[in-house]
């Protein structure tokens, strides 16, 4: 009855892969029609930003506790039930008639997401055989495309029948989820408390390496919630129109998508911790140039920032399921979920920010985070397997990381 863990389930890795982009396609809903909502709703920047900060809030409560659930009931429940809820909460946001409905709604679709993301990159991780940081990086290229497509997927539906209808976009949202509960097929089990190892016992020896993993996770995704949530407003200031906003967005999250899967991919071949750092490194330039220039150049400097700034999404993924194999939706649902809710909340704190100081130079602000994910990268252990990583992670423990919690 096993199954083969060397090579790739190519229909299920693609169904997986599937699954994360029309979840993510519906969670990019918000940020291209959130100055018409500012407008609507008479939100300042600071509530605004709050208000964009939820979802990942959510996921900051709920993934790990999926997480955990995940790793004990294996199976496709939560994968089914994340992006019903996605689907359905942000197809109704432009209806919302107030801030707290729309908060609500931004919260619901936010623990849809949660759920969703422990046990399906886990599945596209198992799925993915010996080719971990391929298949993380196939879904992750999914959900960048979603989030790339969603952005003009509300603005099309928004222009047509206006915020008021704009609502019947949760019909193909839908449809696709039928299309995963019919023919989404993952190996269900539940495994018993006794024959899994706790969750101390399965970080036991690698607590440094982890912490500075979820240190440049919340790092490098507030950096990427500050310029797709600011962005549109930016542009907005400066007189463009919500089209352009829109176009902009997806720009940045297809280069982000193909960023992934080319970070993933030379993650397989060279060093994870490399790969890490350099992206860092060369995002900073690229962003600051976003903000410098104007035009076709002002493009070009935002899609490769987008695809260095994303190019080592799954790469931080996968480091962190081989540092802890036993555990792999809990140590997902850590760098994604608990580590990414932290930047939502820093990104409330970047609102005030750009209120004080102006959205500009906020936004310089935001491009100068990725060094210091940079440089924490550098003192990663440069393993990609667990027991490497074990033996490793014990010895930068107990020295350079002490700071950050390890054990010796």
Known sequence: MGE????IQRSR?????FGHFLNDCYSAFLTPILPLLITKLSLSLTAASGLAAIPALASSVFQPLYGIASD???GRLFMLLGPAMTVTCMSFIGLAPHAVVLGLLLLLAGIGTAAFHPQAVAAAGSASGERKGFGISLFGFGGSLGFALGPLVIIAAVHGWGLELSGLIVIPGLLGVWLLVRYLHVPQQKIERAQMPSIKAAFEGVYGAMSLLFSIAVLREFTRLAVVTFLPIYLAMQGRSLIAGGITLTLFSLAGAVGGMLGGSLSDRWHRKGVISVSGLICVPLL???FRTDG???LVFLVLAAAALSGAHSVIIAFAQELVPDRAGTASSLVMGLGWGLAGLLLIAFGSLAEMISVPRALDVAALVPLVT???ALILPAVTRHEDAAASASGVTSGSLASLGGKG
């Open 4 to 7: 083969d863990t060397t090579s």
């Open 13 to 17: 890795l693609a169904l997986t892969t």
């Open 72 to 74: 004990r009931v294996q």
């Open 288 to 290: 600051m140039g976003v």
């Open 296 to 298: 076709a150049v002002s």
């Open 374 to 376: 940079a440089a924490l």
